[in-house]
Every structure is written in C-alpha cells, then in structure tokens.
C-alpha cells in the first residue's frame, strides 16, 4: 500500500474491530458475487400482538437437520414458546414456516441444560428458538426475491459455514459466528459474508437482554419496511451493529435505530435506504462513535442531530445523495475522519470555518460540487494527515498556508480550475525533509509543480487513486 493512503482501521490507529473489512476495497471483491435479494419477515403490531406478513418465504432445499427424540418436557418447553409468540401463535399454522421448523427443533432439547446452570429453562428456550428461527429464516431460503433474480429452479447453497447450528443445544456456545458471556447468553452475532438468504426474523429479539454485536455485512438479505425493520429498536442493549451491503429497506434511515442509545458503531452502507435522513434517528445516539451510510440515496442534507453527536469520529457518507454546504463540518465535535465522496449535491465553497475543526485528520470530498478557492484557513488544520479534493470546481491558487500544516501526508486537488505554482512552502515538506509523501495537482497543465515536488500530474492519477481506495 502506497504511502499514507491506508484503510481507515490502519490510518485511525484506534484497532477499530470491524474496520479491516468496512472499507470499500471490499466491495469489488463480494465474495458471493450477487446482489442483496431475500424477503421481508418481520413484524407488524395490531391488537396488541403482531400479525405476520404476507408471502413468508419458506425453506428451499438446505441442510438437512433430522428432529431428535422428544423429551419429556417438551410441553412446558412448547408453551414456553407460545406464550412469547411474536405473531399470537399464527407462526405455527404452516407446518413449514421458519418458526414451526425452529420450534419442532427447539422441542428435541432437554432443556434446562445443566452446562448452564445460570439461566432458567425460559432464557434457555427462548435463546434457543431465537437462533434456530434466525438460522431456517435465512439458511437456502427461496422466495420471491431471489426468484426474480435466478429464477425459481435454482436451488440455492445455504450458508457457507453453519457448523454446529441446530444441532445439540448444549454446544451453542461453539456454534459458528456466536460468542456467548459466562452465564451461557449470546452476546455476538458474527455472520458477515456467510451467504445468509431471505429475511432476519423479528425472533432475534428474543437475545435483546444479551445481545451487543451483531455483524451482517454482505449477505444475501431482504427486510424491507416497518416489518422488516422495526424490530432492531428492541436490541437496546446493542454496542455493534453491521449490516451494509444488505437489502435493509426503508424510507431514510429507520428512527427505530436512534433507540439504541448503547450504540458505538452503525454501518448500514450500500443497502436500500432511500429518503430524507430523520434527526430523530439520531438524536439519542450520544455514544455513537463510528457511522457508514456510504451508497444509499437520501437526498437530503445531513441532519443537525448527527452534525451535533458528541463522540461521532468517523463519519462515512460518500455516494449517498447528501446534500448542502460544508458549513456544518466545524460544528461537529469531535471528527476525526470525514469522507463525503461522490456527492454532486455537495456544494458551495470549502468554509473558512473549516479551520477550526481542530481534530479532523482525514478529509475527503471528490466528485462533489465545490467551487471557490482552497480557503487559507485549512493551514490552520494542525491534525490533518490526508486531504482529497479532486474532481470538484475549484478555483484560485494554492495558498501557502498549506506549508503549515505539519502531519500533512497526502494532498490530491486536480481535476479542478486550480492554476498557479504550488507554493513552496508546501514543496518543503515532501519527504524526507517533511511528511508529505503524495502531492498530485494538474501540474500537467494549469498548475505549475516540479518533479520533486508533486508525485503524480493530471486526471489519469485519479483513477489509480480511486481504485485504491475503492471508490
């Protein structure tokens, strides 16, 4: 990897735990090589219990899971489940929905199991139903998404790892992507790129007392609307939440999300969600420190409640039909990593105020509208590490302050109006007697700039600059 332009997880220095698959390399390389495609299974409240949906897709053919034999406590166990019934026990009137499939499993258990003395045959059961409905909800499941997109004879694989899922009970612990606390409970869901089709059923919420990292990320899923959606409000003790490049659905971001006021990290990049961005989605998220919403279409400005969040560093927004001004970048309190990319609605001039965002080290706003001159404020910029401003309009020259800013690695502005000679201040601090390691301006036309110190002259270096980055 050349010079500073790292993953974001290397840059931030902060071993953040999901970043090493969250940056956009990832996405020329999904490793199911298909679209999000599955059917929205959720909830939908009426009369004080919830109603299915219609068209709940049904299990294709998958693993094969043979019942065991029926222990004697199986009716308590079954009631159990009953009386905790998401849809007042219309689930079950299909012989062959997810949730009659989990609960002829769940009803093959001795349960209470004795490995886990600490939790009583209730916690234990509904543990136990809630991950087997998440696994026949989502293992080779067919329906009418994924008929529109390979036709309704193809049988699909299942999932790509599933070891010990619905099998014996008392290894749960050990099943693949769960990682359990020492009562027993599941407190991690990591199923990311796992080849997971249909819908993630409303049923998971019976982890909420537990449950604090769910991971998701490139899976074959589809929840669309309130159904599909709604559920997540109730996993209020969520810290870790990933699901991009999903077929979440819904109109903005749903504010359902904004009652997980646990939450540290949110990525819900390159899914479904089309529409005006909710502050009320955000308003709560006050230890919300990590936010990807890159690849969705709201069409909107970014709301005031996010601008304002108190420990928000990175802030990923780029191809997501953001709109406005960059006004709003010295409010933000504690920034850290900015990138707005590929956002035409973006517009207006770089702010003089950007001055005074103290802590933004890495900022990037290519493909954007921006206009008028680099402001000489950005030299005032004492933590900036990286900086990429092409293809916008920008206009004026270099300004010299750009020498002072010490930490200064990497600086791309071409593909803009720019003209002049890149100050010499600036030329000073290309290694080794600075840090500069990457400085590319239009020094193959309007902008004057030596071998020593430009790296790279002119449009053609964009395109090897995006594909490292992988946008």
Known sequence: ME????????????????????????????VLGVGAIGAGVGLAVSAGFEEPIDNVPTPAFGRPTTPGPTPTNAPSIRQIILNNARFGGTEFDSANSYQSRALEWVLTQDIPLTNFPDMDQEEQTLQLYGLA???????????DWTDHHYGNDVALPGWLDS???VQDASTVCDWYGLTCNAKGQVVKIEL???????????????LKDSLQYIDLFNNIIHNKGDAGNAWLGELTNLKYLYFGQTSFQYDGIPTEIGLLTNLVELDCSYTLYFGKLNGQTFSKLSNLNYLVIDGNSFNSTLPQELINLP??????????????????????PKIYELWLDDNPGIVGSLPASIGSASNLASFSATGCGLGGSIPPEVGQMSDLVQMWLYDNKLTGSVPSELGNLKKLKLLQIQKNQIGGAVPEELCLK??????????????????????????????????????????
């Open 3 to 30: 010079g500073v332009e790292v993953e974001q997880h290397e840059f931030n220095g902060q071993g953040k735990s999901t970043s090493n698959r969250r940056k956009y390399a990832v996405i020329a390389a999904i």
């Open 311 to 332: 420990n928000l560093e990175y802030l990923y927004a780029g191809n997501s039909f953001v709109e406005g001004s960059l006004d709003f970048i010295s409010q933000m």
């Open 192 to 206: 990311d790129t796992n080849g997971l089709t249909g819908s993630i059923p409303a049923e998971i919420t019976y």
């Open 133 to 143: 409905s998440l696994f026949y909800a989502t293992y080779a499941t067919q329906s």
């Open 163 to 165: 070891k010990g899922w």
């Open 430 to 471: 290309r290694r080794p007697l600075g840090r500069l390691e990457i400085m590319e301006a239009d020094c193959d036309g309007k902008v004057e700039c030596s071998d020593t110190c430009c790296t790279c002259c002119g449009e053609h270096c964009i395109d090897m600059r995006r594909k490292k980055r992988g946008l």
